[in-house]
């Protein structure tokens, strides 16, 4: 026997706790085409990229077959759209055709097993459900989300059914070893390949079992008794556990991947304490690079270097203004020349240097005739002096800050007294750390701060110190040992300094900003709008509707959104 493979000999008993996708089967779709020409190719489910679900044109014809091909659960993907060409008339509340209809839970209700569901309307939302008998037509909605190919195999797949998807983002440059075709913008149509997972009389790890092994099982779930086997729980399933079931022991049944501290302590067979569970702050860094790919890192608070500031870039004057800040006044230099097309604006020369100051209105001529505008308000400086000049907010130049503070900054600091985006690079390593990741990053852009989920835990065997480890982002899997833990009292916490992957990036900016909205966009150079025929004002129409895209310093809420 190797890793997670066995044997299996006659008369062996096993204990199958879930099926699970192995790999994928890609089917290229050229043009959003199939044909029996297609290529087929391979896809492991650590491959890298982000995906859009096409919505599936085949509809269900029950609520209980729903439940029994889509995935139905408590975390963030588990919440799968619906929507009825027909009304569905129910007690308390009539759900209309077409009507988005989101799968919450599944739970027994006066005896009968049911869906809880829900519509937002006029954003407010209407809780109600339905029973697995409700028969009909059920579509599934469209998906505007992102998910990585393993977030698609875990959830986004029904059984017995293909699922097509769109690539939205590569994350990587193609290569010779990339199976998919240079710069393809079409479809796939992904087959699962499943595997048993089980556990074993005589084992205390998972093993994975082939789905097309050629050998005959037979059904003795009724006649044996099955507590006698391990009971495997992921970290989502000790998450859910009530607090007061901390703190527990454990022994790892299936350990994560990765060389990085704690992770590499944490294998097959190993016993730890798990002591509480908790929401935690970090701060989202990535490194300061022109080129690609980027090193993305989630700082805990308790991170015990220091950092000095490094200069801010901003590409319009609409930037100046959301960097603006009471604390300091913000100095900087322009990289790249503007020439005005209003006098009453100021034109701006490579090297110029100016102190930002505030946004206020201006009126300026165009086209014979006046216009208010937005503009801020800056001090030019000058070898001797300062001159007052008014920066157009839709210019689109190039600015450097100039940085006049020389002090280290704690982590806490910098949250409290500043506000992100902000550039930093390490001046003091974090001394407490074997190897701090951080310090041989040339420069760091924090981009935000975000909670997230983890579990406190320590070895069982040596408990000097413990570690804070993600429940949503480690693939571990324990079993909980009869062992009394409700004495034990945590030791010193570790600071660790997680490195996360660019899929892993792009999912924590996902999460994190799908229930905020992006900042207003910034004014557009002005036109004359026509004459109105109704009473709407000019500065509506012609500003409003004509307000371009543009690169905001919170990035990707474009690509997050789409």
Known sequence: MFGNECCLSTGEVIKVIGFKINKLIATICENNEVSRFSAKVELPLNFPGLYKVVADKTPYVSIEEITRKVSIGPTRFGHPCFYSPEDIKLANITIKHGEQITFNSVEEVNGTMAVNCGVVRNNQSHSFTLPFSQEGKFYECEDDQIYTLKEIAEWKIPKCRNRIVKLSNTLHTWDSSNPLPENFDGCLILTPVYEVQAVMKFRKDIVHILSDLDVEVKDITDCYDISSFLQPLSLEDVFERTSKEFPMIAEIMEGPSGSQKPYNLLYTGKEIIIYKKYQATRVLASEIRSDSPKRHFLIPMSYKGKFKR??????????????????????????????????????VSVGDQFLVQQCQTSEVLYEGRKKLIDVLACEQILSDTYKKVLLPMYMEGGFVEVIHDKKQYQLSEICKEFRLPFNVKVSVRDLSIEEDVLAAVPGLQFEEEITDSYLLISSASSPVESWEIPVYRLNMSVHLLSKDGQTVVPPVTKTTVEEISEEQYYMVRRYENQTLHPPPRPPKKPTLAPKPVSAVPKQDVSDVLQAPKVRYHTLSFNLLQS
Request: glycine content about 0%; proline content about 8%; aromatic content about 10%.
């Open 310 to 347: 490094r200069p801010r870039e901003f590409p319009t004057a609409y930037d100046l203004e959301i960097a603006r800040s009471e604390k300091e006044q913000l100095h900087v230099v322009a990289t790249k020349a503007f020439d005005s097309p209003h006098k009453e604006l100021f034109s």
